[in-house]
Every structure is written in C-alpha cells, then in structure tokens.
C-alpha cells in the first residue's frame, strides 16, 4: 500500500510509479462543486482518465478496466463516514489518498 500525500494548493501533479510503471496524477480542486477531482496519465503524459470525483472509501479505478489504468486501485480512506471532503480533508488527516497493488486489492475482495 502506498500513501499519496497531496499538498496545500487547489491543483497540482505529481509523478508516481506504480507496480513497475510510472503515471502522473493530477488533483483539482473544485471550490464551486466542492469536489477533489483526479486526472491520470501515462509516462508519456497520455491521458487516462479524467475528471474523477474522489468518493471516500468506494474503488476508483474499478469501473475503468477496459483503459490502461494501474492494476492496482485508489482508494481515498476516511475512518469517519459522515465525513464530506474538503480541501483541506487530506493536509488535516481527515482524509488519506491510497494506492493498493493489485495482490493488496484483491485480498481484500
């Protein structure tokens, strides 16, 4: 498992390798829908995906099989359910962003 950890800005990318690959994660904050959004790409800054809501504690790339998303999957963990993110949810520990490899996943399905 592999803590991401976001910084203190509305939008920012950070370059991760995951499972031999390396990607690029992007992070927007939405401060009229109120909403963290991820966009990911390739090594050689090919998009992915992009516009994903970030859902506490739901799999976020399961539903995106069919492109060439990480084997493993995201996961933004909040112990508290009630819990809304906000932008400041990750820098306060409210809220974790988590890459779980695909052996870590599926142990856990």
């Not at 508290?80 to 490899?101: I, V, W």
């Amino acid at each position: 498992m592999i803590e991401i950890p976001l910084v203190d800005q509305n939008s920012f990318v950070i370059e991760v390798s995951l499972e031999g690959a390396s990607y690029f994660l992007s992070f927007n904050w939405n401060s009229e829908a109120q909403i963290w959004v991820l966009g990911l790409q390739d090594a050689h800054t090919k998009s992915i995906l992009s516009g994903l809501v970030l859902v506490p504690n739901t799999p976020l790339l399961e539903q995106f099989r069919h492109l060439n998303v990480p084997p493993g999957e995201f996961v933004v963990d909040v112990p508290d359910e009630k819990l809304q993110l906000t932008r400041s949810s990750f820098l306060s520990g409210q809220a974790t962003f988590f890459y779980l490899s695909r052996q870590e996943y599926g142990a856990l399905r």
